[in-house]
């Protein structure tokens, strides 16, 4: 079965130090990849996402994520975090067959800043 | 555009009443999802449609939920009869299939059900 496992639920920084949120997939089958970010209150965005091509993918906000296929990851990273980078952020992985078409959404970690 | 619209933002009712959420889709998407986010449970898929169609319902949790779409520009997801365990935030979101096949998805602000 296809999953997204998101291995850490909390990741507490300080400000200005630098992150890696990971994430780490399963499916024997080609993905497309996402991160998303919830601030308090809000619905989801996106925040970057991998289709094909180079592995390192550049988002907004000044995140960026890599793409290893052999380790079946998509971490998130960002060199210097902001206090309103204080949030949740979820993986995603879209797997697309000819009979099956569904996005997974992982359980979240949840970012917090301390300045 | 507006974004996804979602309506009530909150919603406070008793057990055992209807509830009924509504979604506006941003226009010329083509899916349309419906999840649900709690604290212990995440964020659930409930249902999807491709062209106003539905497509996987098996997130649905049981007959109480039912969705509909019967226009490009308007979703519903009705509870009948609610119970305290619906409680949660409900989430629509819409998205164009591109030429890659990586839709990015576009939520709305939820709706806060509160079932007392």
């Known amino acids: 079965a296809q999953s997204v496992t998101q291995l850490d639920s909390q990741v507490p920084v300080f400000e200005e130090a630098p992150v890696e949120l990971r994430c780490n997939y399963s499916?024997?089958?080609?993905?497309?990849l996402f991160w998303y970010v919830q601030y308090p209150n809000q619905g989801l965005q996106l925040l970057l996402k991998?289709?094909?091509?180079?592995?390192l993918v550049k988002g907004i906000n000044g995140f960026e994520a890599e793409f290893n296929k052999s380790q079946t990851s998509f971490h998130l990273r960002k060199p210097s975090v902001h206090i309103s980078d204080t949030a949740e952020y979820f993986c995603?992985?879209?797997?697309?067959?000819?009979?099956?078409?569904?996005?997974?959404f992982g359980p979240g970690t949840s970012l917090s800043v301390i300045p | 555009d507006a974004g996804v619209i979602q309506s009530p933002r909150h919603e406070v009712t008793e057990m055992g009443q209807e509830v009924t959420l509504r979604c506006k889709p941003i226009?010329?998407?083509?899916?349309l999802f419906w999840y649900r986010q709690t604290m212990m449970r995440g964020l659930e898929l409930l249902i999807y449609?491709?062209?106003?169609?539905?497509?996987?319902d098996s997130g649905m949790p049981e007959d109480r939920f039912s969705a509909k779409m019967p226009n490009a520009s308007f979703s519903t997801l009705k509870i009948q009869p609610s119970e305290p365990r619906d409680s949660a935030v409900y989430f629509c979101?819409?998205?164009?299939?591109?030429?890659?096949?990586?839709?990015?998805?576009?939520f709305g602000p939820g709706t806060r059900l509160t079932v007392l």
């Open positions: 991998y289709l094909s091509g180079s592995t």
């Open positions: 226009s010329g998407h083509d899916y």
């Open positions: 449609f491709n062209n106003n169609v539905p497509i996987d």
């Open positions: 995603a992985v879209r797997i697309k067959k000819t009979s099956y078409d569904k996005v997974i």
């Open positions: 979101a819409s998205s164009l299939e591109d030429r890659e096949g990586a839709d990015t998805q576009y």
């Open positions: 499916s024997s089958v080609s993905v497309y």
